[in-house]
């Protein structure tokens, strides 16, 4: 288990795939102490210098359920428009930003809005559904269109210890099950069909080898 001392810091990374932390399922959150604190803050800055919208706790090698996320609110005007592009067949956003740049060239993300989400779960999945293009920092460069409910009401635990529930939709849906996902051990490809999968995996790996990575 993941354990950054006092006495010894290590410098919080993004563990990729094949780490098997990725594949793990994860369990009862820690004591929300100091550590607890110490922890979500180096995520946060981690998350935002990578230019990721979502980063979860076995990401960064901690074995518990939790993650952070930070969409921002969608106005009434931007959910029109979405509305208004997924008839369309234009529907989707990256879920964790990357393009043909190196996320190091690029300036990190600014907080928006913020979220801690301690012990989460999917009280109702809506029957409609969406089609999003996600992305994950666990694996870099690689894109998957993936089908989800398109509306969900969740509950979790704030920093502060309260219960929170609340109605997510559009991106935000989106990057809770996604991150939520991950504490299950589940990654994007897992979602897709097993030949799919296997060209997504071996391409993956040729690109990490090639680049030393
Ligand atoms: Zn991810």
């Not at 010894?8 to 959150?29: A, Q, R, S």
């Not at 005007?77 to 043909?100: F, H, I, S, V, Y």
Request: hydrophobic share 35%; with cysteine; net charge negative.
């Amino acid at each position: 288990m993941a354990w950054w001392g006092k006495a010894e810091p290590k410098i919080m990374k993004v563990h990729l795939f094949p780490d098997p932390i990725l594949n793990t399922k994860m369990v009862k959150i820690p004591p929300l102490d100091d550590h607890f604190q110490h922890w979500v803050t180096e995520m946060f800055e981690l998350m935002y210098k990578s230019r990721g919208i979502g980063l979860a706790a076995p990401q960064v090698g901690l074995h518990y359920r939790f993650f952070l996320m930070d969409v921002a609110e969608e106005t009434e005007e931007e959910r029109k428009t979405e509305q208004k592009n997924e008839a369309q067949g234009e529907g989707g956003e990256n879920l964790e930003e990357e393009e043909d740049f190196e996320e190091e060239d690029l300036e990190p993300l600014l907080p928006k809005n913020p979220k801690v989400i301690l012990d989460p779960s999917v009280i109702f999945a809506h029957k409609e559904t969406a089609v999003l293009e996600e992305g994950c920092l666990s694996i870099p460069k690689i894109k998957i269109e993936i089908e989800r409910p398109s509306k969900i009401d969740v509950c979790y635990q704030n920093l502060q210890g309260e219960r929170v529930e609340e109605s997510l939709t559009g991106l935000a849906a989106a990057c809770f099950q996604h991150e939520l996902d991950h504490l299950d051990g589940i990654l994007i490809w897992d979602r897709i069909s097993p030949l799919h999968r296997k060209v997504l995996k071996k391409k993956f790996l040729n690109q990490q080898k090639n680049y030393g990575t």
